[in-house]
């Protein structure tokens, strides 16, 4: 599988590059807190792509979503990365498929004209740069990187001051080179972007972590990162993950997106959302529901 879905909206693209798929976590592991009855009550329409009652295992995707407009060529988030070192062994020095499927997509590196990050965790920026004669370079030449002042400057004073995240030189590796090479752009959460995409501030996953907006005449479109990382947390928004940082501030930020966005006319584009990633948010009596654009109901 190259891609977890694609979508014509009016001029602009969307697709995704998929570097892992399928059923990887147990409930436990990817959502401490859950309860067995919890679970059992939305097994029926999880099961079985979403969540394998056979196996006891949910299942996430790990993409970059590519979105093509008339102009240009956007990609948000860029998963794992190869080659990388990495402290955690499901990260470390990956060879995986998502180099194929990007070229599948009929894109060149030079074509991309704009990489964003939701966030800078280990799964989010991987891409951003690859290993070329043992020196990390941008793996774009001609893109501009942008990232979102709170969580690079975040990640910035860690590294300053000599430490780095616990999955590894993530900063160092896939966010300075991008730096050193000019071709960083640290944005203010509120500012203006091209096309039609802004930023939206949803801490707690990652001190910093935005949601990103892309708004234009053919439509609206939310990529909200980790926010959520699996559908079952649309209709249990109180379970934050495992790979969440503030907890509490993860869940008030869950609660805030799923207020504002349901019911209105927004795709979402989850990071790791399988069943084709994209649906909408509906409110329905006993909180909310994800609706899937290709199909079945959560
Ligand atoms: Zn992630």
Redesign the pocket.
Same mark, same amino acid.
């Given at each position: 599988m190259s891609g977890m879905f694609h979508l014509s909206l009016g001029e602009t693209e969307l697709s995704s590059v998929v570097e892992v798929s399928g059923h990887r976590y147990t409930p436990e592991f990817l959502l401490p807190e859950i309860r067995r009855d919890e679970l059992e009550a939305e097994q029926g329409w999880m099961a079985p792509d979403l969540y394998d009652p056979a196996r006891d295992l949910l299942a996430m995707v790990?993409q970059t979503n590519v979105i093509r407009t008339r102009h240009h060529t956007i990609l948000i @988030?860029t998963c794992v990365g190869d080659c990388k070192p990495r402290n955690v062994a499901s990260f470390n020095m990956l060879q995986t498929a998502w180099l194929e499927n990007f070229r599948a997509t009929g894109l060149r590196f030079e074509d991309v004209d704009l990489v964003m990050c939701? =966030?800078l $965790?280990? @799964? $989010?920026v991987g891409w951003n740069t690859r290993l070329l004669d043992g020196r990390w370079v941008p793996t774009f030449p001609n893109a501009r990187y942008v990232f979102a002042r709170g969580e690079y400057d975040h990640c910035a004073a860690l590294h300053a001051a000599g430490g780095q995240s616990p999955d590894g030189p993530i900063f160092a590796d896939s966010v300075l080179p991008a730096v050193e090479a000019g071709q960083a752009v640290i944005v203010d959460e509120t500012e203006e972007l091209a096309e039609g995409f802004l930023l939206e501030p949803t801490p707690g $996953?990652s001190p910093g972590h935005v949601a990103i907006h892309l708004r234009n005449r053919d439509g609206h479109v939310l990529f909200s990162? @980790?926010v959520m =990382?699996h559908p079952v947390q649309v209709r249990l928004p109180h379970l934050n993950s495992r790979?969440c940082e503030d907890g509490p501030r993860a869940r008030e930020t869950r609660m805030r997106l799923l207020q504002a966005y349901a019911d209105r006319d927004v795709i979402l584009c989850p990071? $790791?959302f399988e069943r084709g990633t994209l649906g909408r948010l509906r409110s329905v009596s006993d909180g909310f529901r994800y609706d899937f654009l290709n199909g079945g109901a959560g």
């Amino acid at each position: 599988m190259s891609g977890m879905f694609h979508l014509s909206l009016g001029e602009t693209e969307l697709s995704s590059v998929v570097e892992v798929s399928g059923h990887r976590y147990t409930p436990e592991f990817l959502l401490p807190e859950i309860r067995r009855d919890e679970l059992e009550a939305e097994q029926g329409w999880m099961a079985p792509d979403l969540y394998d009652p056979a196996r006891d295992l949910l299942a996430m995707v790990r993409q970059t979503n590519v979105i093509r407009t008339r102009h240009h060529t956007i990609l948000i @988030d860029t998963c794992v990365g190869d080659c990388k070192p990495r402290n955690v062994a499901s990260f470390n020095m990956l060879q995986t498929a998502w180099l194929e499927n990007f070229r599948a997509t009929g894109l060149r590196f030079e074509d991309v004209d704009l990489v964003m990050c939701t =966030h800078l $965790h280990v @799964d $989010h920026v991987g891409w951003n740069t690859r290993l070329l004669d043992g020196r990390w370079v941008p793996t774009f030449p001609n893109a501009r990187y942008v990232f979102a002042r709170g969580e690079y400057d975040h990640c910035a004073a860690l590294h300053a001051a000599g430490g780095q995240s616990p999955d590894g030189p993530i900063f160092a590796d896939s966010v300075l080179p991008a730096v050193e090479a000019g071709q960083a752009v640290i944005v203010d959460e509120t500012e203006e972007l091209a096309e039609g995409f802004l930023l939206e501030p949803t801490p707690g $996953h990652s001190p910093g972590h935005v949601a990103i907006h892309l708004r234009n005449r053919d439509g609206h479109v939310l990529f909200s990162g @980790d926010v959520m =990382h699996h559908p079952v947390q649309v209709r249990l928004p109180h379970l934050n993950s495992r790979f969440c940082e503030d907890g509490p501030r993860a869940r008030e930020t869950r609660m805030r997106l799923l207020q504002a966005y349901a019911d209105r006319d927004v795709i979402l584009c989850p990071a $790791h959302f399988e069943r084709g990633t994209l649906g909408r948010l509906r409110s329905v009596s006993d909180g909310f529901r994800y609706d899937f654009l290709n199909g079945g109901a959560g």
